[in-house]
């Protein structure tokens, strides 16, 4: 056998390395357990969310000792699992006041939708609920839309009037779910999370990925499963 072949067949071998260890990273942080499993989403009526003129969402006490800023697509799996994982432990030190959560929504994954919009107009529903500022509902509709009613990347997708249901089941009110199901928000959603976009690109170097969370201008890791006790010593 060449040289060349075997340095040929080495490569190969070391992607096939490579890709099995990403894989066996991403299979363990599915399998990640469930931080303070069994709190559910925010439930402190002093908690309160503000719809901000650039359109992001700002979640948590007026008193909140410190604000993170996260970046999600409604449609990203690994957002998904961020929420599923973390999304307790959040929503707890939110009700605590030790932390706030600015979420910036983006919709780069239109077009991996079967609607070819469902990002956007998810990112507008969440708008339409944080606008009304009813802390509690914002906090367990944003769970319920990136847990168990977030739709696969490729598949069916969730309608507006589907959409506004959750909204209902969350207990917003009844303007809330009429500025969902009419798409009220849509067009100034596209061009927020389009904003949101560019800003995550520059914060990361040009290259747009989700999950991201920051404190100030760093990027936490959080692999690191203590992030969030870490955040908030």
């Not at 992001?56 to 699992?81: Q, Y």
């Not at 961020?82 to 999304?87: A, P, T």
């Not at 983006?106 to 919009?117: E, I, T, W, Y």
């Not at 009844?174 to 798409?183: D, H, M, N, W």
Request: charged letters at 20%; aromatic letters at 6%.
């Amino acid at each position: 056998m060449s040289s060349a072949t075997t340095y040929a067949l080495g490569a190969v071998a070391l992607v096939l390395i490579v890709l099995i260890v990403i894989a066996a990273i991403r299979w363990g942080r599915d399998d990640a357990a469930v931080r303070n499993d069994g709190y559910g989403s925010a439930r402190n009526e002093t908690v309160h969310s503000v719809l901000e003129q650039n359109g992001s969402i700002l979640l948590g006490r007026p008193d909140a000792k410190k604000t993170i800023d996260v970046f999600e697509d409604p449609l990203c799996p690994g957002c998904g699992s961020l929420e599923r994982i973390y999304g307790q432990e959040i929503a707890q030190k939110i009700d605590e006041g030790a932390l706030a959560v600015r979420y910036r929504l983006v919709n780069f994954l239109d077009a991996r939708s079967r609607s070819k919009d469902y990002s956007t107009r998810a990112v507008a529903a969440n708008q339409c609920v944080a606008e009304a500022g009813a802390g509690p509902v914002y906090s367990k509709f944003h769970t319920e839309l990136f847990t168990t009613k977030r739709p696969s990347e490729g598949g069916a997708d969730l309608s507006n009037e589907e959409l506004a249901a959750i909204a209902g089941d969350a207990g917003a009110a009844e303007s809330v779910r009429q500025c969902i199901a009419t798409g009220a928000k849509v067009d100034s959603a596209r061009s927020s999370a389009m904003a949101q976009t560019a800003a995550l690109g520059e914060a990361l170097g040009g290259s747009a990925a989700t999950p991201a969370v920051f404190d100030g201008a760093t990027k936490i890791d959080t692999n690191d499963e203590n992030w969030v006790v870490s955040l908030t010593k």
